[in-house]
């Protein structure tokens, strides 16, 4: 990550897509997220079967697509890199979809979106996106979350790293679920808390899913 940390302390807003350009992904998993995957297949929290969801700094768009596909849901991968936007249509369009699955790739600043009552979302899931922004906007990131997910709907945060010590250096962003919960505030219930069963073998024990539901 060393490269990507450059690259967007040289230049904060644009720094993510000479990312892109460069091919400098580190992240990139070339696959959805294990904990996720057991989620939608479980019946440890009520996700919604229709609707609308979001997925916020999506990159190449495997949750997006995993979420489409295994609730229903028309899907939204947003990201603020061109490069990154044409990467995830063309995984898409490249993943023999299923008919009717509704996925789509959109390229918005997350913190410009304003909804109007009618467009707030069931569901967003977070992974990886709490942790690439400064973390000075993590209030906002809390506001957002609140104005974006409709009463009742869920936000999905699979937090990754979960280092035992802070440290300075990021992104990633040194983050404990807490700091999650505490620029949400009080209009929140948690209703899943835990260490996943199936992670990547690089996330086994630095990392928790944790949902919440809009009250
Ligand atoms: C660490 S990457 C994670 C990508 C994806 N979640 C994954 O794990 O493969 C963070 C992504 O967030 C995007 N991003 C950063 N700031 C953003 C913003 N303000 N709004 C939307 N996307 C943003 C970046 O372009 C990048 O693709």
Redesign the pocket.
């Known amino acids: 990550m060393d490269r990507v940390r450059e690259l967007i302390r040289e230049d904060p807003s644009a720094g ?2 000479k990312a ?1 350009q460069q091919n400098v992904t580190p ?3 070339g696959q959805s997220q294990p904990p996720l995957r057991d989620l939608l297949e479980s019946d440890e929290v009520d996700l919604p079967r229709s609707g609308r969801a979001l997925v ?5 768009g ?2 997006v697509i995993l979420i489409a596909t295994a609730l229903g849901l028309e899907t939204t991968g ?4 061109p490069v ?1 936007l044409e990467a995830a249509r063309a995984h898409a369009a490249s993943s023999g979809l299923p008919a009717g699955t509704k996925v789509n790739f959109e390229g ?4 410009t979106l304003a909804p109007s009552p009618g467009e707030q979302y069931d569901l967003i899931y977070d ?3 709490f942790v ?2 400064q973390p000075s906007r993590r209030p906002e990131w809390g506001r957002q979350m609140s104005a974006l997910v409709k009463s009742g709907g869920y936000l999905i945060t699979l937090a990754w790293p979960l280092a035992p010590e802070p440290y300075e250096s990021g ?2 962003h040194y983050s404990k679920p807490e700091h999650y919960a505490e620029v949400l505030g009080d209009g929140w219930e948690k209703v899943l808390d835990k260490e996943p069963e199936h992670s990547l073998e690089r996330h086994v024990g630095c990392e928790r899913l944790i949902v919440y539901r809009s009250l």
């Open positions: 993510w897509d892109w992240w990139d998993a916020p700094g999506c990159g190449r495997y949750d947003l990201d603020i890199s990154a918005w600043d997350f913190f992974y990886t996106f690439a922004i992104p990633p």
